[in-house]
């Protein structure tokens, strides 16, 4: 069971709108601390995908987007191209575990 | 570009001991904490351990303190993770990660990961 939710699985049509959320607890997000996003293709190494919650690292296109609000934080990934398909991961810190924490990951499908 | 290159994977007995390494280079070494992770076939990410840019400091997953200790030779560019008691359960793939600024970094670059396998 990981400390942040996150969905198994979303999934959407090339061109459209998918949100990814994590939920966590007030050790955590709700604690104040940041929110980063990793994209982990298909047998390759995470990579990070937007940093304090809402920061694209250079090369990341701008169709991906962090929002961080109260206890969660979502990813959105708009224009869905067929190369997002991938497993998302949110993470953040927790003070009670006093360590780094992940959720347990997004698969998105692209239809 | 920041290149981390891990090394050191393989199969273990269970009770064994195992010790990684990650060479880095792209970036100045001695500036930036340091971060194992790893993922299980087929599972998730799970934080291991990170050490400040200094090595004075160093931070364990419940699950691996006392087993696991990770050290850094700022001299040569390296991080490593003592891994000793050795589980089933410690089978993964293990990353090393260079951490971000800040007290409580992220995970900013990935090397590509070397696999450990506890079995008998």
């Known amino acids: 069971q990981s400390v942040l939710t996150q969905p198994p699985s979303v999934s959407g049509a090339p061109g459209q709108r998918v949100t990814i959320s994590c939920t966590g607890s007030s050790s955590n997000i709700g604690a104040g601390y940041d929110v980063h996003w990793y994209q982990q293709l298909p047998g390759t190494a995470p990579k990070l995908l937007i940093s304090d919650n809402i920061n694209r690292p250079s090369g990341v296109p701008d169709r991906f987007s962090g929002s961080k609000s109260g206890t969660s934080a979502s990813l959105a990934i708009t224009g869905l191209q067929a190369e997002d398909a991938a497993d998302y991961y949110c993470q953040s810190y927790d003070s009670s575990l006093t360590g780094w924490v992940f959720g347990g990951g997004t698969r998105l499908t692209v239809l | 570009q920041v290149q981390l290159v891990e090394s050191g994977g393989g199969v273990v007995q269970p009770g064994g001991s195992l010790r990684l390494s990650c060479a880095a280079s792209g970036f100045t070494f001695s500036h930036y904490g340091m971060h194992w992770v790893r993922q299980a076939p087929g599972k998730g990410l799970q934080w291991v351990t990170f050490?400040?840019?200094?090595?004075?400091?160093?931070y364990y997953a419940d699950s691996v303190k006392g087993r696991f200790t990770i050290s850094r030779d700022n001299s040569k560019n390296t991080v490593s993770l003592q891994m000793k008691s050795l589980r089933s359960d410690d089978t993964a793939v293990y990353y090393c990660a260079k951490g971000g600024d800040g007290w409580l970094p992220h995970f900013v670059n990935w090397g590509q990961g070397t696999l450990v396998t506890v079995s008998s």
């Open positions: 050490i400040r840019y200094d090595g004075e400091n160093q």
